[in-house]
């Protein structure tokens, strides 16, 4: 299925930021510290991420972020 | 891409119709309620609905946050931005709502430092770089969200930055559901139940839904073939007579919801008695406010707000679009006195709203052609 273009003044990235129900799925490059862990995206943009709502968020796992938190962990590989 | 793809297969798209089609019983005409914004999005950004029945009606619910935020908190919003000294901070999409005199927008260009965020963190990133100016975060969503918000108060309260408050107004999923199911205008037959609001709540929360209603719900993902998945949940339940909530989007979340994110909540918000919702009106303990030991970071007692209600436009009909009454394109200034550039409704702004769906993804001329 493909998804039909949006017009240029509409949000074109997968959700709009203001989506309630946005989730975002990234892979963790560093380790917490004071509960931020740094992440990346599925285009490789990098985001500091607030982990403490997750029991671990271990380099190299997937997380589901939303609004810069990680609200859960994803198994196996990178999608949403 | 692993579990994007596999969720896009246009052939599996196709057999899940197929799926659909063979649950309905001719002559009868379904309606199914999709609770969230980013699920009108996808059905509308992908087609979900061309490859459905005629008699599979998809109705747009209530799940997109801007467009529930009546005027009179926008208005409350830009008074606050207009204080001296005021660095306001919203999610983009909150600029554009319009309030009874302007939007925050408007208000930005009328000289207030108002200042897009892609979240609470970074609101709060700009209090510290500004310890001498006040910085305001208007906080907007549903339990997906108000996590985030949580978070960043306590960061903010633990690192003791004084220059950072919160206009609250987050709304909580459950009760507009059942104002939804009281309401003698709507005849629904199931729900497609919130993705990633029940990865916070979890999937029980929905219970009251078949127990006290007798109708299904199905919580469900974001990609195509998710919402069809969900659809023939939903239309295998009414065919064999069961009414429950079930799990379509089970590879994210639990259905207790997370447990720390919960735990978060209620320590940081607490109901309010009343919140007022666009088109839906006033609905009890459906909003959240800071609680008593947040106090001190709540920008509706450090600034003085107006506090009123303002009705809304006469010529917008939100309210029928969200109560699933009408069609976005039924509206009468629907792409014409109303559009994504120029809105009047909410459901116009964000493009997680109804309206703005249908015109965005060309359903504004192919139903104006069905007319």
Known sequence: ?80 | MKFVDEFRDASLGRAVAAEILSLVEPGRHYKVMEVCGGHTHSIYKYGVDDLLPANVELVHGPGCPVCVIPMGRVDDGIAIARQPGVIFTCFGDMMRVPGSEGSLLEAKAAGADVRMVYSPLDALRIAKQNPDREVVFFAIGFETTAPSTALTLKRAKAEGVANFSCICSHVTIVPPLRALLESPDLRLDGFIGPGHVATVVGARPFEFIPADYGKPLVVAGFEPLDILQSIVMILRQLAEGRREVENQYARVVPYDGNLRALEVLGEVFELRPHFEWRGLGFISHSGLRLSEAYAELDAELRFEVPGVRVADPKACQCGEVLKGVIKPWECKVFGTACTPERPIGTCMVSSEGACAAYYNFGRFAREREVV
């Open chain 1, 1 to 80: 299925m493909t998804p039909s273009p949006a017009p240029s003044y509409a949000c074109t990235g997968e959700h709009c930021i203001t989506c309630s129900d946005e989730g975002v799925p990234m892979i963790v490059l560093g380790a917490a510290r004071g509960g931020l862990a740094l992440c990346a995206d599925q285009e490789g943009r990098t985001h500091t991420v607030e982990t403490t709502l997750l029991e671990a968020a271990p380099v190299g796992g997937r997380v589901l972020v939303h609004a810069d938190v990680a609200i859960a962990a994803l198994p196996g590989e990178l999608g949403r």
